[in-house]
T-cell receptor
Framework: RKEVEQDPGPFNVPEGATVAFNCTYS??????FFWYRQDCRKEPKLLMS???SGNEDGRFTAQLNRASQYISLLIRDSKLSDSATYLC???????????FGKGTTLSVSS | GAVVSQHPSRVICKSGTSVKIECRSL??????MFWYRQFPKQSLMLMAT?????????EQGVEKDKFLINHASLTLSTLTVTSAHPEDSSFYIC???????????FGPGTRLLVL
């Protein structure tokens, strides 16, 4: 099982749509989880951390299910500017570096 | 916010030459820096962890003699790709952790093309 697996995508949605991305991780001892956003040919940028209780930041909601080793990201009212690749990220087993999923590409159209 | 720079942003070189990439934390001190590599349509892969004043820790499958890492100060880490070959063409990204812990901040990346 890969360390971090994500929906293959791509997701093509109209403006205003709600879209959800899923991610599973293999290391049950992982403590820290993140969603990063990567625009084409750019470096990843932290979108939000994922907490056990779930957290929301504007139109973005992240959920963590430790029992299923599953993380989700929900984007409401999609904007054109949300078009990017969303990376699910977990700290490695040693807790020293980030392990990235392959990413899910989102394309929002008008 | 924390800023990390990389230089050069893009480099094209002939096969067999060595290329040095610099990663700098501009407004904070970083005891730990990480080097990642990303091939097209692939995830970022951790290559090595660089700690100031000590030898880098390389991930399995990454040749330490080919990818030389030096972290001589709290604000600078360098990655040298020695005797580069076309298969080394990739997007190399560094990240830095602020001294005392916290989030990782990424540099803008360096695109390497080896002809």
């Amino acid at each position: 099982r890969k360390e971090v697996e994500q929906d293959p995508g791509p997701f093509n949605v109209p403006e205003g749509a709600t879209v959800a991305f899923n991610c599973t991780y293999s290391n049950s001892a992982s403590q820290s989880f993140f969603w990063y956003r990567q625009d084409c040919r750019k470096e990843p940028k932290l979108l939000m951390s994922v907490y056990s209780s779930g957290n929301e930041d504007g139109r973005f909601t992240a959920q963590l299910n430790r029992a299923s080793q599953y993380i989700s990201l929900l984007i409401r009212d999609s904007k054109l500017s949300d078009s990017a690749t969303y990376l699910c990220v977990v700290f490695n087993q040693a807790g020293t570096a980030l392990i990235f999923g392959k990413g899910t590409t989102l394309s929002v159209s008008s | 916010g924390a800023v990390v720079s990389q230089h050069p942003s893009r480099v094209i070189c002939k096969s067999g030459t060595s290329v040095k990439i610099e990663c700098r934390s501009l407004d904070f001190q970083a005891t730990t820096m990480f080097w990642y590599r990303q091939f097209p349509k692939q995830s970022l892969m951790l290559m090595a962890t660089s700690n100031e004043g000590s030898k880098a820790t390389y991930e399995q499958g990454v040749e330490k003699d080919k990818f030389l890492i030096n972290h001589a100060s709290l604000t600078l880490s360098t990655l040298t790709v020695t005797s580069a070959h076309p298969e080394d063409s990739s997007f190399y990204i560094c990240s830095a952790v602020r001294q005392g812990g916290g989030a990782q901040y990424f540099g803008p990346g360096t695109r390497l093309l080896v002809l």
